[in-house]
């Protein structure tokens, strides 16, 4: 394997249908889309993009139980699956953790609807069970 000054750069989006894998090496640009759950072909999406990637960089295979990282500056990985169940209602019943006093605020919200002074208020349903506030102090570094 080719060595590279460490400037491989990959950022990963995994969603629950598709993980996609973005990859630049100086002004080259490397993309794969690969499905998020496919266990016939790899165990792991973001793991297998980075390999297929790192092959169409050096041009030669990558062993997928040992990928170099010797030449990776650094992965960037975000995901919306935690998003959408949480969204969705699917997951878990979480909670809300926020500083004291701050518990109502998602509740309160922002004034901007569209009617006002309108009475009869409908709140979106709250994403959590419960807040809870803990006594913290926030100061700058």
Known sequence: MKQTEKK???AIDRGG???D????DGQAIYTEKLLSED?????DAPREGIR???EAIFQEPVNPHSIPTESIQWIRMGTTVATNALLERTGFPCVLVTTKGFGDLLTIGYQNRPELFA???RRPEQLYETA???DERVRPL
Not at 39 to 43: D, E, H, R, V
């Open 119 to 121: 009475l009869d208020i």
């Open 39 to 43: 266990p016939a072909n790899y165990p």
């Open 21 to 24: 894998v973005y990859a630049v």
């Open 132 to 134: 809870i506030e803990i």
């Open 17 to 19: 249908t598709f993980t």
């Open 52 to 54: 297929r990637i790192l």
């Open 8 to 10: 491989i750069c990959i």
